[in-house]
């Protein structure tokens, strides 16, 4: 509901006209300004913000119908007002009054001026008499001898003279209509074609069928019945005289009239006697068998009517019903409401009228009910007493008569006295309010979830025809201003912020013994919403409480329209235990007072003890023992509690990662495949994680990675003379960074060409001198290029403009260097620069270039370089005078996977280029110091050999 305010008024509000259509006029100064202050709006929500805004009540546009019209009021409630006729149509897109007024078309036929029905008449000629349509559904008849053309009279159609005598009139409601054959004269009952009537039929869509009690119903494929009538049935004209005398006879088997001799002029005809005809139904035509003996009975009196009763729209929503005639249905007979004995005869009536607009109600509290209805005449000049009783839902009206409805009369609801004779008093119509246990009534069939109402009126008194009272069936409403309760609370997911982690919703697990509950409220009309939270032991309403509605704290929301909100209510600390499981459910509360009731249960359980990891094992890095070498792959198992959902993990000061576990007890995980980049000492961190999110203390698993054997090359380049550069190999042990550890190599002395020279340095010692037209080259491969390894080596160049590469290291491969370590004058930005260079399994070259931020590249000054391949890191780096993490140079890094094998000969100062491995990129210059590693050197040992 919206807000309270002061100066709010009572939750009764009146309704303007019971069957109005327009809207209402609203002062404009009562409005907010951001509100236009108009009597209708198209859609529930902006009727209710523009009633509260002008203080008014506003029609609900799209709930508009022929038998509903539908207000928001200013306190937030609603009000429908029903009919249960038709007293409004759509024509085209704009809705008119009934108006039943036959007008002749273009076309020449005749059609009701606004009705709702589909229904089109004759104007003369052979084509139907009259066709009803019902979405593309139709019913024809035709009289097979062609008509006159029709005198309109008003709601009439008359087509004299169909046979001498004879003439057919079609008389149209607003939902229905009636066609009659009027028998004017015993001589025109005597002549024989009235011995069978018969109309042609043609259908589209559906199929006619005949009931046991007569009934005619049209229904399409589904089996729905779309038109219908109640058996054909014929009467003489009411002859109080002549109906003593049938009586008497005892031919009408009914009770005795009244001695009506000497009580006064009958100044209200009798009803007739109806007498049902037989009928024949095809599926091409309907024929009618008149009853002779009345047809030509001394006794009658004309003119007599026959009624073929066929096709009425179905259903119509009320009806009369006669004792005397106690399985005739009247339900086209559509003039009034007849309640009581019938003025000085013996004909009691009753009538019954269905309300259909319930659904618009559904789930709601009923604030008021009243139905208004006006009597257009009462026998008794000081009025008489009327009933009003709840009675059995009608399905079929055109079934419905004095004995189906005499067990119906479910509930006595109110009594209203009426006064309005204007012949004899004389008084106006009188529209009178019955309540009484209305409300209560309607309440429950609301309740009930259903989408129809019937009511019945009688007289107080049925043997008192004093009481004999007419009503206006279109000048009666149940009006019922409702109030649309609060939707039943839906319980949400516990937050992952506070209370839970992964079984966020029912059945929850949380992590803390004083969640927040949550849940989803809404109300159609929108306003403050109160909601209520109870926590019990199981789901149910008799399992004990923990925590009561009243301890566990109110949440006040505001809701615009029908928006959802979330309603939170925090569980006071105290009330609940790890390791228990709870049931809560919620309910809401409108400002009217209404609640929703609660709604369904949702389950949780406290947890608070967060889950250990029990243990770490590794069979490749077993806990603070030497595992495998560096570089391989291990996996790591993790064990805890068995609620454990997940664990997460990290190597040293690594990235962290998550794993889930798998069930059991212990809970475990494993890590996937680790490689550790580098040897010694490590530490995997792990801890455990569960549903509710409680986390668990950190253990660490210290682990031992063995160095790779010292698998390492080393060309000191110290020579004085010959043609041969010794591989130092693994073997000296003063040799810091290449000492005799692990398993020895194959020493793999180096060829020295022409143009490499043996040179005295001020600053190295003795070197190796490069011309641009030498090279020093091993008898094969040195490095597996395919696995982590190192080169360095200290150069200078003596002339930059020499090339546009100069290659101090490099390895053979398919027709270029697999690895160089170089001298480009493009790097840079064409600053020139010291890059390493490999080759991928597709020949395509990466190359990482060094930026000369520390070292700027100028000729004849000595730098040491280093080219790495990382495979654990998917990389490879270059190194100028050290890494510039820890030493004063410059570095440079490429991403890099997909080596290939590079099986030429390790060279120093040229390339390869070419299937023949053609010498290319020479260099001018001198190297000292070469090495190989087939590990990948950490920046602490290349910035060690760079101040070697």
């Known amino acids: 509901m919206g807000r309270l305010h002061a100066g709010r008024r009572s939750v009764g509000w009146a309704v303007v006209s019971a069957l109005a259509v327009g809207g209402l006029a609203v002062p404009a100064s009562s409005a907010s300004a ?196 109640s058996a054909p049935s014929m009467w003489a004209s009411p002859d109080p005289s002549a109906m003593e005398a049938a009586v008497r006879s005892g031919e009408w088997s009914r009770p005795a009239l009244q001695a009506m001799v000497g009580e006064g002029a009958v100044d209200e005809p009798a009803e007739p006697h109806r007498v049902r005809m037989e009928a024949e139904v095809s599926q091409s035509q309907l024929t009618v068998i008149p009853v002779p003996e009345l047809l030509r009975s001394p006794d009658t009196v004309y003119p007599v009517y026959i009624d073929p009763n066929f096709a009425y729209p179905s259903p119509t929503y009320w009806t009369n019903v006669m004792d005397d005639n106690p399985n005739h249905s009247y339900f086209n007979e559509h003039d009034e409401l007849k309640v009581g004995r019938q003025w000085k005869t013996s004909n009691v009536w009753r009538t019954h009228m269905q309300f259909h607009n319930f659904g618009v109600m559904s789930g709601s509290k009923i604030v008021s009910a009243e139905l208004k209805v006006t009597a257009d005449h009462t026998a008794d000049c000081d009025g008489t007493d009327i009933q009003l009783w709840e009675t059995e839902h009608i399905t079929h009206f055109y079934q419905y008569t004095w004995n189906t409805a005499a067990n119906g009369w479910l509930k006595y609801l109110d009594t209203k006295h009426f006064d309005a004779n204007e012949a004899s008093c004389p008084k106006d119509d009188d529209q009178e309010v019955f309540n009484g246990a209305l409300q209560a009534a309607v309440q429950t069939r609301v309740s009930a979830g259903v989408s129809a109402m019937t009511f019945g009126m009688r007289a107080a008194s049925e043997s008192d025809y004093y009481q004999w009272t007419n009503f206006l069936p279109n000048k009666t409403a149940l009006i019922v201003q409702y109030d649309r309760v609060p939707m039943k609370p839906v319980g949400l997911s516990f937050t992952t912020t506070s209370d839970c982690y992964l079984q966020c919703s029912s059945p929850a697990m949380v992590r803390n013994a004083t969640p927040t509950l949550r849940a989803r409220v809404q109300d159609a009309d929108g306003g403050v919403l109160q909601t209520a939270f109870e926590i019990r032991t199981a789901a149910s309403l008799s399992a004990p409480i923990v925590v009561e509605s009243t301890t566990m704290p109110r949440s006040f929301v505001t809701t615009s329209g029908n928006a959802t909100a ?44 967060p889950p250990g990891v029990s ?133 793999m002395p180096g060829a020295v060409s022409s143009g490499v020279t043996w040179t005295a340095d001020a600053e190295r010692g003795q070197v190796a001198s490069f011309d641009g037209t030498g090279e020093i080259a091993t008898p094969g491969a040195v490095l597996d290029t395919t696995k982590a390894f190192t080169v360095t080596a200290w150069v200078k160049l003596t002339d930059l403009a020499s090339g546009s590469v100069q290659t101090v290291v490099s390895q053979a491969g398919d027709a270029v260097s697999d690895l160089s370590l170089e001298y480009r004058q493009d790097a840079n930005g064409g600053a020139g620069g010291f890059c390493f260079t490999m080759a991928a399994g597709d020949g395509e070259l990466t190359t990482a270039c060094a930026d000369p931020v520390s070292w700027p590249v100028s000729e004849n000054q000595w730098v040491h370089l280093a080219g790495v391949y990382a495979p654990t890191l998917d990389a490879i780096r270059v190194h100028v005078m050290g890494d510039p993490q820890f030493c004063a140079g410059d570095f440079g890094e490429a991403p890099f996977t997909s080596p290939r094998p590079a099986n030429g000969a390790f060279l120093i100062g040229r390339g390869t280029q070419g299937a023949d491995d053609s010498p290319a990129h ?17 920046n602490e040992e290349i910035c060690q050999m760079s101040f070697s």
């Open 615 to 747: 243990s770490v094992t590794s069979s490749e890095f077993p806990g603070r023992q030497w595992g495998a070498e560096v570089g391989t792959a291990g996996t790591f198992t993790l064990s805890a509690a068995s609620d454990a959902a997940e664990f997460s993990w990290q190597v040293d000061a690594g990235p962290v990662t998550t794993v889930a576990a798998t069930g059991g007890d212990p809970a475990t995980a494993t890590t996937g495949s680790y490689t550790p980049a580098t040897d010694m000492v490590h530490t995997l961190y792990a801890k455990a994680k569960d549903v509710a999110g409680n986390v668990g203390p950190t253990v660490g698993h210290q682990f031992w990675v063995t160095p790779l054997a010292n698998r390492c090359w080393n060309w000191r380049l110290d020579e004085t003379s010959g043609l041969t550069a010794k591989d130092w190999g693994n073997q000296d042990s003063a040799d810091v960074v290449c000492p005799p550890i692990g398993s020895s190599v194959t020493a």
């Open 34 to 229: 951001a509100v236009a202050c108009v009597g209708e709006v198209a859609t529930v929500e902006d009727a209710m913000t523009t009633a509260e805004a002008c203080d008014a009540q506003v029609e609900v546009g799209s709930m508009r119908s022929e038998t509903l019209v539908a207000y928001a009021n200013p306190d937030e409630t609603m009000t429908a007002v029903m009919s249960p006729v038709p007293v409004r149509t759509l024509k085209g897109s704009e809705w008119v009054d009934i108006d039943p007024t036959l007008e002749r078309n273009g076309d020449g036929t005749v059609s009701p001026a606004a009705t709702t029905q589909d229904l089109t008449l004759s104007g003369g000629g052979s084509g139907p008499l009259l066709t009803l349509a019902d979405s593309g559904r139709k019913v024809s008849l035709t009289w097979p001898a062609g008509l006159p053309a029709p005198v309109l009279t008003g709601d009439l159609a008359t087509y004299s003279e169909v046979f001498p005598g004879v003439d057919l009139q079609v008389r149209v409601g607003d939902s229905w209509y009636q066609q009659l054959f009027v028998v004017k004269s015993a001589q025109a009952a005597a002549n024989p074609a009235l011995a069978a009537l018969s109309f042609n039929v043609t259908t589209e869509g559906v199929t006619l069928r005949e009931q046991s009690d007569g009934a005619i119903e049209a229904v399409d494929a589904e089996g729905e019945v779309v038109f219908a009538a």
């Open 566 to 609: 979330t309603a939170t209510s925090q569980v006071p600390a105290g009330k609940l235990t790890s390791g228990t499981t709870y049931y809560w459910h919620a309910t809401t509360k409108d400002e009217l007072g209404f609640w929703s009731g609660w709604g369904s249960w949702y389950s949780f359980t406290v947890d608070t003890s």
């Open 922 to 938: 020479q260099l001018v210059g001198r190297v000292s110091d070469v090495y190989g590693f087939q590990r990948v050197l950490s």
